[in-house]
C-alpha cells in the first residue's frame, strides 16, 4: 500500500515566490551588471564601527541571553526618543515593538489585523513583501494607483464612497518600492483624516525616510493619526545583516502582535539590538554615516537617470529619484520588459520587469532599477548595455 502523502495548508495555493527573489539567482555572475535587487550597498556599511560595538557588547553575558518579546529594553528607548522627534509628540516606551525587520513586523501585523477575506488596499505597483503578506492572510487585495504624489486617495475615497470597507490600508510613503515616488504633505495629512473618519488603520512602511538627498522626507503620516501604524527599519542606513526593524502603534496593537511573536521566534536578538542601539545613540557619528551613505546614492541616483534619458531620450521616461533606492521607467515605445529581460541578462544587465508589482495594471512596458550598488560608471555602462539590448 503506498503512504498516503500529507496535504499542505490550502493558502499556500494563492502564493507565489517574489519574482525579485528569483531573478537575483540569475544575477550572480560576475559578468552582469544587477539595477534587480534592492540592496544598500555593503561597501558603505559602518564594519568598523559595527565590529566595536559588537565588542562592546560582548563585553557582558547578559547579551548572550534571551531578551524581552517587544525587544531589548533600552533599544526600544533609544527608538521612542527618535520617533518621538519624527512624529512631533512623546511616543511612549509601550507604542514601540522591536522586530525582525520591518518585513517581520508585517507578517505579524497582518495576523493581528485581518480576517480571510478582509480588504487591503495597496499601492499599484505595489511593493512584492506587502503581496505575500497580504495574500498569505487570505485578505481581498484592492489596488489604488500612484502619481507623482503617492497613492491617488481621490480614487481610494471613491471606493469609501461605493461602501467598501478596508481593514488596512497599506503605503510605502516615502521613496516609494518599486514608483520611486513620496506621498506628498497635503495627501498625508488626507489619508490619516480618512482613517480616522472611515476606522480603518493605515500601515506606513517607510525603511527609506532617511536616504533623501535634496531635501527631508515629509513628516511622516502617523503624525496626524494614532490609527497609523509606523514601519521602519536599520537595514537601509546601517545593515541589513542586524535585522533591526520597529514599529510604532498603539498599545493594544504591540500587545497583540507580541502574542503572536512569541510563537514566531520568542524573541529576537539581544546581540544586535545592543549593538543597533550603541550607533543609533551615537548621534554625531550617525549623522556623518548617514549624510555619506545619503551623498552617495545621491550621485548614483542621477548618474542613472542621467544615462536612462540620454542614452533612450523619448523612448523611455523614468521618476527622479530625490531618495531611496529606487527608479521606475516606463518604455513609450511598447517595448515588453518580460521579453527585454532575457535579452539584457545576455548583453550582461539585469532589472526587475514591472509586471513583478503589478497588481491591477498593466506594466509590461515598465521596470525597476535600483542604483545603490554600482558606480556611476558602472551605471552608464549597464543602461548602455540594455539600450543595445532593446535595439
Not at 500612484?146 to 461605493?162: A, C, Q, T
Request: proline fraction near 5%.
Amino acid at each position: 500500500m503506498s503512504p498516503i502523502n500529507p496535504p499542505l495548508a490550502t493558502k499556500l495555493g494563492g502564493l507565489k515566490s517574489s519574482a525579485i527573489r528569483d531573478l537575483l539567482e540569475l544575477t550572480t555572475r560576475e559578468e552582469v551588471i544587477s539595477l534587480a535587487g534592492g540592496l544598500p550597498d555593503a561597501e558603505l556599511m559602518p564594519r568598523e564601527r559595527l565590529v566595536a560595538a559588537a565588542d562592546a557588547a560582548l563585553s557582558g553575558s547578559a547579551v548572550l541571553q534571551y531578551t524581552g518579546s517587544r525587544g531589548w529594553p533600552p533599544l526600544r528607548d533609544v527608538l521612542r526618543r527618535r520617533e518621538s522627534v519624527k512624529l512631533g509628540r512623546a511616543v511612549g516606551l509601550e507604542e514601540v515593538f522591536v522586530t525582525h525587520g520591518s518585513q517581520q513586523a508585517l507578517s505579524l501585523l497582518a495576523e493581528v489585523l485581518l480576517d480571510p477575506g478582509a480588504l487591503v488596499v495597496v499601492e499599484d505597483p505595489a511593493y512584492v513583501g506587502a503581496l505575500q503578506v497580504f495574500r498569505a492572510a487570505g485578505a481581498r487585495i484592492v489596488a489604488v494607483p500612484l502619481d507623482s504624489e503617492g497613492m491617488r486617495l481621490d480614487v481610494l475615497k471613491e471606493l469609501l464612497v461605493r461602501g467598501e470597507r478596508p481593514t488596512v490600508v497599506h503605503t510605502v510613503s516615502n521613496f516609494h518600492n518599486p514608483g520611486g515616488v513620496t506621498m506628498s504633505p497635503p495627501r498625508r495629512r488626507e489619508l490619516a483624516e480618512l482613517a480616522d473618519t472611515y476606522g480603518f488603520w493605515v500601515i506606513e512602511d517607510d525603511p527609506y525616510g532617511e536616504l533623501w538627498f535634496d531635501r527631508p522626507s515629509p513628516d511622516p503620516v502617523a503624525t496626524y493619526s494614532r490609527n497609523v501604524i509606523r514601519l521602519s527599519s536599520a537595514s537601509k542606513i546601517l545593515a541589513p545583516a542586524l535585522r533591526v526593524g520597529w514599529m510604532v502603534a498603539q498599545e493594544r496593537i504591540c500587545r497583540a502582535v507580541e502574542l503572536l511573536k512569541q510563537g514566531a521566534d520568542l524573541c529576537g536578538s539581544a546581540l544586535t539590538h545592543q549593538i543597533a542601539a550603541d550607533l543609533l545613540t551615537d548621534e554625531t557619528w550617525l549623522t556623518g554615516h548617514v549624510e555619506a551613505v545619503r551623498s552617495a546614492y545621491g550621485d548614483r541616483a542621477k548618474a542613472l537617470v542621467h544615462a536612462v534619458r540620454t542614452r533612450f531620450g523619448d523612448r523611455v521616461t523614468c521618476t527622479d529619484a530625490a531618495g531611496g533606492m529606487f527608479v521606475w521607467a516606463d518604455f513609450t515605445d511598447g517595448t515588453d520588459t518580460d521579453r527585454l529581460l532575457p535579452r539584457a541578462l545576455e548583453h550582461g544587465v539585469a532589472f526587475v520587469p514591472g509586471s513583478a508589482f503589478a497588481v491591477d495594471t498593466d506594466y509590461s512596458h515598465s521596470m525597476r532599477m535600483c542604483f545603490t550598488t554600482s558606480d556611476a560608471a558602472t551605471l552608464a555602462e549597464a543602461i548602455d548595455r540594455l539600450a543595445r539590448a532593446a535595439e
